[in-house]
C-alpha cells in the first residue's frame, strides 16, 4: 500500500496469497441456449448487481456450481438429494475424501442447504434430467448477477478471493469502514478534487 494512504483507525491491512490446485473436468467452454435464455430473460427482468445494484456492466455468475465441474458432478445424486429422496450421505475420509460406511443426515450438509436455495429460488427438481445437467447449471438458480467488478476483478472478484472474504461485499457497511487499498486511494483522490 502507498504509504501516503494512511490505514484507517481501528483497521489492519490483511494480505494473502491463495493458489488452487485441483483438476477440471475436460470440458468445452460454451453458452448454451439455457445460458443465453437466463442471460436475456434476467436483462429483460430488469437484473441488476446482487453487490452494488448497479444494472450496466453485469455478468452472470455459476454461483451453487461451477460450470467447469459439471461433468465431474453425480447428477442423478443430485436430483435425489433435491428431491427429499436421498436422505443420508457418506462421511468422507479426510486423507482420500472417499466415502466411509458412516453416513450423516442431507439436512446437515452443505450440498442439502444449496440445493434448498435452488428450489427456493424456483428450479423445478422434478423436471431436472440428469443426462442435461446444463438445464440446472445455466439456469437462474444457480447465477448470482455481479457487475464485472465483483466478479472477475482482481481487487474484488468472486473468482480472486476467497468465499468468507469476498461476501463481505455484500453486507452493509460500518459507516467510515474501508475494504481495499485502493478503495482508500480513490477515497483519496476524491477528496483531493482529482477524478479517479
Not at 453416513?103 to 444449496?114: A, D, N, Q
Request: hydrophobic letters at 40%; one cysteine or more; glycine letters at 6%.
Amino acid at each position: 500500500m502507498n504509504a501516503a494512504f494512511n490505514v484507517p483507525s481501528d483497521e489492519h491491512e490483511f494480505k494473502e496469497t491463495v493458489v488452487d490446485d485441483i483438476f477440471y473436468p475436460d470440458h468445452v467452454r460454451v453458452a448454451t441456449p439455457t445460458f443465453t435464455k437466463t442471460k436475456r430473460d434476467g436483462r429483460a427482468h430488469g437484473d441488476v448487481c446482487a453487490i452494488s445494484g448497479q444494472a450496466h456492466g453485469i455478468e452472470y455468475h455459476h454461483v451453487i456450481c461451477e460450470d467447469a465441474f459439471t461433468a465431474g458432478v453425480d447428477w442423478v445424486t443430485v436430483k435425489g438429494i433435491a428431491l427429499g429422496e436421498i436422505k443420508t450421505l457418506p462421511v468422507l475420509d479426510l486423507v482420500t475424501d472417499l466415502p466411509t460406511d458412516a453416513t450423516f443426515p442431507v439436512s446437515k450438509s452443505l450440498i442439502g442447504m444449496l440445493l434448498a436455495l435452488t428450489s427456493a429460488r424456483g428450479f423445478d427438481w422434478h423436471a431436472f434430467d440428469p443426462a442435461y445437467p446444463e438445464s440446472f447449471v445455466d439456469s437462474a438458480a444457480n447465477m448470482l448477477v455481479l457487475h464485472e467488478k465483483f466478479h472477475r476483478s482482481s481487487g474484488y472478484g468472486i473468482h480472486h478471493h476467497t468465499l468468507p472474504i469476498w461476501l463481505f461485499q455484500a453486507f452493509p457497511r460500518v459507516p467510515g469502514f474501508i475494504y481495499s487499498p485502493d478503495e482508500l486511494a480513490a477515497r483519496h483522490l476524491s477528496n483531493s478534487g482529482e477524478s479517479t
